[in-house]
């Protein structure tokens, strides 16, 4: 009857085992979803720009992911910018490090950027770029996502993306 008992407890516990050991799996291996609204300026002694959007970044169990830029750059005139940038992942040192090579973007037809005011603002998602980022957790719902070329932004985690556009 001890054995049965001794037994019966520990499939039990190996089966409590093996389901946390899954459910940890699939969590971990989850697609990552991410948004910000990120406004900065820029002054300058003779002119100034800015610009303002929305991102989504989304990171994929695959080492692939993508992220989507909605919003307006200013610079000598007000252009909009309306693209989806796709990039390849993999790990650098540490957990967070993460090194993003751009492999494709799409930009829809009113997107009016041109490609050198894009670059200049945002070289670590311009096509073929290379670019060294973290994503550092501050809270269980706020990440800090920091590159080499910048951006820098506070980005909510997100269970799926709410559409902007």
Known sequence: ?????????MMLFT????????FLKLEYN??????ATVFSEFIFPDSKSSYN????LVKNQDHTGYIKLFGTITTDKKYLINRIVHFNYSSKDDITGLKLTIIYDRKSKND???DNIFEQYFKAFSLHSIAYVDINEITSEWYLFSSSFGPYFV??????LNSFN
């Open 1 to 9: 009857m001890i054995n049965k008992i001794l037994y019966s407890t």
């Open 15 to 22: 089966f409590i085992v093996v389901l946390l050991f899954v």
């Open 30 to 35: 989850k697609t990552q979803y991410c948004e």
């Open 53 to 56: 959007l929305k991102m989504e």
């Open 155 to 160: 980005c909510t985690k997100q269970s799926q």
């Open 112 to 114: 009016n950027v041109p």
